[in-house]
């Protein structure tokens, strides 16, 4: 689950610059009178992190704050006009926040900028850079910014909750964890805060605690498919896959299940061997988006029926067929039909199996997996000329050399020639070294050394 970088809106951030809480849009803060008085209050109540204003320059600002609620433009060039090396660094902050407003972040960063070199403990002005950074996603600038705003003593819930997002995005999950907890208990209101603890919490295998806090969204906001996708994921984390299970079956009610969660709901119940409700929710996976790829839906079948679930496998089949059969392609299609052939086999029609598989090989004659399953086929059906011929083919195709020879090899054996085995065994283990192979060639050159 990726994260967002941006969570807040673009208005309340503005707000968040401005210092007005009142107001719902940026501009009808500077029509609030309470908000002119602390604007041109005296500076010197903060002396520390605040700059002075001369009374010159506090005129000038009665002048431009009606500006700024009617043509933020006009105000911007009064503004310019009166910054300077020599003036206040509240007039640059301002003019900062103007173009903040305006959605000029390289502007107001220079703003901003201009302030702190002319007061380096300029808070507000080290707080707004930090927003800058983490709107313009220059997350390591922000964490530098946030940083020193709170060594200033400053702090509020959505510069802690942006530091914590700067955080994440660098993968210092510690540190964003701690940033959220501050966010969260200065705006508890706040779901994103806690949405963003529950990640940490997750991405530092703190399950546990990522379940419950999740538990707490969920109650908040039910509808939320977020919140309940995430608390899953604990859980799985925590092993109570059963419980993920009923997460996912909540939201397969609510229709917001998407395929990736039917498909993993459907991967628990095999786990749990729960055949039947894996291959349900396998066949709603493949209902939720025909315009899915084939391949996840196939996978789904062949997992299935090497469980034994041979019948919940084609009814997976059946519903591929018909939800997705139209966007497979060649490879796709010769994959499902080697599938049906597998259960086909499985289920004793090897007859039909073999008309499949043998169609499959015509149209591609280097499909190893079809040459070992038509060899399989002739040693079960006691032809084992015919049976080797295809084991051989398969053999010469790199990437099936290994399980032919010792397909070959069992056969050899069957026959108790056991000295012709060997070799087959020995290059099987070379390409793809195997326990089991290892004992069964060990068992094999024992006995063939009986023989001689």
Request: aromatic fraction near 6%; proline fraction near 3%.
């Given at each position: 689950m990726r994260l967002r970088h941006w969570s807040v809106a673009p208005a309340a951030l503005a707000l968040a610059v401005l210092g007005a809480r009142a107001a719902e849009d940026p501009a009808d803060a500077w029509k609030d009178a309470e908000f002119q008085k602390r604007f041109l209050g005296t500076y010197g109540v903060l002396g520390e992190v605040e700059p002075r204003v001369s009374p010159e320059e506090r005129l000038q600002l009665e002048k431009i704050i009606p500006l700024m609620s009617s043509d933020l433009d006009k105000a911007a060039q009064q503004l310019a006009g009166l910054t300077g090396p020599r003036s206040s660094a509240v007039l640059d902050f301002t003019l900062g926040n103007i173009r903040f407003q305006q959605d000029r972040l390289e502007d107001a960063e220079k703003g901003y900028r201009a302030a702190v070199e002319k007061f380096p403990s300029f808070l507000r002005a080290h707080k707004n850079l930090g927003l800058v950074y983490a709107r313009s996603?220059?997350?390591?600038?922000?964490?530098?910014?946030?940083?020193?705003?709170?060594?200033?003593?400053?702090?509020?819930?959505?510069?802690?909750?942006?530091?914590?997002?700067?955080?994440?995005?660098?993968?210092?999950?510690?540190?964003?964890?701690?940033?959220?907890?501050?966010?969260?208990?200065?705006?508890?209101?706040?779901?994103d805060w806690k949405l963003g603890l529950a990640r940490c919490l997750f991405k530092e295998q703190?399950?546990?605690?990522?379940?419950a806090l999740c538990g707490e969204l969920i109650e908040r906001q039910p509808g939320r498919v977020d919140f309940w996708q995430l608390q899953a994921v604990a859980y799985l984390?925590?092993?109570?896959?059963?419980?993920?299970?009923?997460n996912y079956e909540i939201l397969a009610r609510m229709g917001k299940a998407s395929v990736e969660m039917l498909n993993a709901l459907g991967d628990i119940y095999v786990n749990e061997s729960l055949m039947d409700l894996a291959a349900r929710a396998y066949r709603q996976a493949i209902a939720a988006d025909p315009q899915q790829e084939a391949s996840r839906a196939l996978r789904a079948a062949e997992v299935l029926a090497a469980r034994g679930a041979l019948s919940q496998s084609r009814e997976v089949l059946a519903e591929a067929r018909g939800g997705l059969g139209l966007r497979l392609d060649e490879a796709e299609r010769r994959k499902l039909?080697?599938?049906?052939?597998?259960?086909?086999?499985?289920?004793?029609?090897?007859?039909?199996?073999?008309?499949?598989?043998?169609?499959?090989?015509?149209?591609?004659?280097?499909?190893?997996?079809?040459?070992?399953?038509?060899?399989?086929?002739?040693?079960?059906?006691?032809?084992?000329?015919?049976a080797i011929f295809y084991y051989e083919r398969a053999e010469s195709i790199e990437a099936f050399?290994?399980?032919?020879?010792?397909?070959?090899?069992?056969?050899?054996?069957?026959?108790?020639?056991?000295?012709?085995?060997?070799?087959?065994?020995?290059?099987?283990?070379?390409?793809?070294?195997?326990?089991?192979?290892?004992?069964?060639?060990?068992?094999?050159?024992?006995?063939?050394?009986?023989?001689?």
């Open positions: 996603g220059r997350m390591a600038e922000a964490i530098q910014a946030f940083t020193r705003m709170i060594e200033l003593g400053g702090g509020d819930g959505l510069s802690y909750g942006l530091l914590g997002q700067a955080y994440v995005a660098q993968e210092n999950f510690l540190s964003g964890e701690s940033a959220y907890r501050q966010a969260a208990m200065l705006q508890p209101e706040s779901l703190k399950f546990a605690e990522a379940a984390g925590m092993k109570e896959s059963m419980k993920a299970a009923q039909s080697k599938l049906e052939a597998r259960l086909a086999m499985a289920e004793g029609s090897d007859e039909e199996a073999v008309r499949v598989i043998e169609e499959v090989v015509a149209q591609d004659s280097l499909d190893g997996e079809a040459l070992i399953m038509l060899g399989q086929h002739y040693a079960r059906g006691d032809e084992p000329e015919r050399e290994a399980e032919a020879r010792i397909r070959h090899a069992q056969l050899l054996v069957s026959q108790s020639k056991y000295p012709e085995a060997v070799p087959l065994l020995k290059r099987a283990q070379e390409i793809r070294p195997s326990e089991d192979v290892a004992r069964y060639l060990e068992q094999v050159e024992r006995i063939a050394r009986t023989r001689r």
